[in-house]
């Protein structure tokens, strides 16, 4: 398996919502990042995740809340999102800095 | 900071002929890069890497370039076909294990039939 699995594809909450975007990944990665991506724009990092334990927060926002329940699955939490949080929600995962892989994304539009 | 960004930010080529997308870094001490392509809706797929140790590599109808003097990168697709419209990225991995892969700015390559 070289994949990168995302779910859901698409997401639309309410900004009173609290939902949760997934990802996993059976490569053995032990690292795993979150990026965001606005339109014409390149991805742009929130998390990173080494062997399970956050290490690097880009200054992100507390109502995005990953975490990591183990060395093959990644979860952002998401609450009280407002609109301009819509964008494409990216996964990927690397072994050793090498073997970078992305997901195809969450589409998440805020309403 | 350090930062990896890109020439042109739109190409339009016709069916058939070459593209050349440019990218410059600025981190004299990287040893790697990697090129993405990023289709509407979908996430960055590897097309090609190079390490600092070669100018050229070569995959299929794809040649990355890499100058180290003026810290310049360059992907060449031969033939371009319409599925190659997209969005491609230079990316440049971390040196440290778990650090950030850092994206350049993107150019958006169009080819017309």
């Known amino acids: 398996d070289t994949e990168v699995t995302q779910t859901p594809k698409h997401l639309v909450m309410g900004m009173t919502n609290k939902k949760s975007l997934k990802c996993e990944q059976h490569?053995?990665?032990?690292?795993m990042y979150w990026y965001k991506q606005k339109a014409k724009k390149p991805p742009e990092l929130m998390f990173v995740?080494?062997?399970?334990?956050?290490?690097i927060n880009e200054s992100v926002p507390s109502r995005f809340s990953p975490e990591c329940p183990n060395s093959s699955l990644l979860n952002l939490h998401l609450h009280a999102l407002q609109p301009e949080d819509s964008a494409l929600y990216l996964c990927a995962s690397s072994q050793d800095g090498r073997g970078w892989t992305f997901g195809s994304g969450t589409r998440l539009t805020v309403v | 900071g350090e930062s990896v960004g890109l020439h042109l930010p739109t190409l339009s080529v016709q069916e058939g002929d070459n593209s050349i997308i440019n990218c410059a870094y600025s981190n004299s001490a990287s040893d790697y890069f990697i090129w993405y392509k990023q289709e509407s809706g979908k996430g960055p797929q590897f097309i090609i890497d190079?390490?600092?140790?070669?100018d050229k590599r070569q995959g299929q109808r794809v040649t990355v370039l890499l100058n180290k003097t003026v810290k310049h990168l360059s992907l060449q697709i031969a033939a371009t076909q319409p599925g190659d419209s997209a969005v491609y990225f230079c990316a440049e991995p971390p040196m440290e294990y778990g650090n950030k892969l850092v994206f350049g700015a993107g150019t958006i390559l169009r080819v017309k039939s």
């Open positions: 995740y080494s062997y399970e334990k956050l290490s």
């Open positions: 490569m053995g990665h032990r690292a």
């Open positions: 190079i390490r600092s140790n070669m």
